[in-house]
């Protein structure tokens, strides 16, 4: 039975451009870069990520989505140029959606803080496959053979942020709003609001607060916050709502590891990963156990070691 709602209910999905299409990331506020181009950058940092989600825990082929992503940045005449890649694989019984992105950013310095704008072009496929649960057989639009195609897609993006402290952008995502008209479906632009703020408190604790509306003007918007606190800058708990969606707890640890140097050339490294449970709010709670989410990246910098000029003359040794 399980088998049978989550079959209809993906199909209806797939039929439908009326619904949110992006995939959902309960912990986006690591992620930015595959939904707003105008993130890569930000953290003047290399980044390597890799999320996983598993959706509705229960059903037999629940949704799974797998994200992978690079985020990193260069100085180009004093600038600072952000540059990004993302390639994420969603699975959703006998759909599939793929897409894969590159992302390019520029920061321009507004005092102390920075503005950015960026641009994301790629492409994007979807898949049916042919082993519907139906009611009717012969319905005309349960697909009999497996089909596949896919499309241009591109988005784009702004962010004024200060380092660390607080950020605020907006995007929009499938500007071509591209049409897979082999499939019956056309992909909706979706538009994205974010913003957060961290609050610095005693004892080594910083509070962290993040929002996000997404809409694709067609459907009601959705609003996600969350907020979470950081411990020596290492350990991290916190809690995320999405109105009528979930409530969703989630921890963290990040540790900066020792840096390298050879020669003139020094290596920063560190990493993050973090872990959240959706507990379902909505009626798919009868028959799901929640949603799972794990998230790893592994960030980095190389930079030159500052050379400390000795004089020669002993009176000044």
Do not use: C
Request: proline share 5%; no cysteine.
């Amino acid at each position: 039975m399980k088998k049978f709602y989550l079959s209809l209910f993906v199909f209806s999905a797939a039929l439908s451009s009326t619904g949110q299409q992006d995939p959902q990331f309960t912990m986006w506020m690591f992620d930015r870069l595959s939904f707003n181009p105008a993130a890569a950058g930000m953290d003047r940092m290399h980044q390597v990520q890799a999320f996983h989600r598993d959706q509705w825990d229960g059903f037999e082929r629940d949704p799974k989505t797998y994200l992978f992503n690079y985020n990193g940045y260069a100085s180009v005449a004093g600038r600072t140029v952000g540059i990004g890649a993302s390639f994420m694989t969603e699975v959703l019984g006998q759909e599939q959606n793929k897409f894969a992105r590159l992302s390019a950013s520029f920061h321009q310095p507004i005092g102390d803080n920075f503005l950015s704008g960026g641009v994301q072009v790629g492409l994007l496929s979807k898949s049916l496959g042919n082993s519907w649960i139906a009611i009717d057989p012969t319905d005309p639009n349960i697909p009999i053979n497996g089909i596949s195609q896919g499309g241009f897609d591109m988005a784009a993006g702004l962010m004024f942020y200060n380092p660390n402290k607080y950020y605020a952008g907006v995007s929009a995502t499938h500007l071509p709003a591209t049409a897979l008209n082999d499939l019956g479906f056309a992909s909706a632009r979706h538009i994205y609001v974010m913003g957060g703020y961290n609050y610095e408190l005693p004892n080594g604790l910083v509070l962290r607060s993040n929002a996000l509306i997404k809409t694709d003007m067609k459907a009601s918007p959705a609003i996600d916050v969350n907020a979470n606190v950081l411990w020596n800058n290492q350990l991290w708990g916190g809690l995320a709502f999405r109105p009528g969606d979930a409530i969703a707890p989630m921890l963290g640890f990040q540790m900066d590891l020792n840096t390298i140097q050879k020669g003139l050339m020094t290596y920063e490294h560190g990493f993050k990963v973090g872990y959240s449970y959706d507990i379902t709010l909505s009626e798919i709670r009868n028959y799901s156990a929640g949603s799972h989410e794990l998230f790893l990246t592994y960030q980095f910098n190389i930079g030159k070691t500052p050379v400390r000029r000795i004089s020669g003359d002993p009176r000044q040794l």
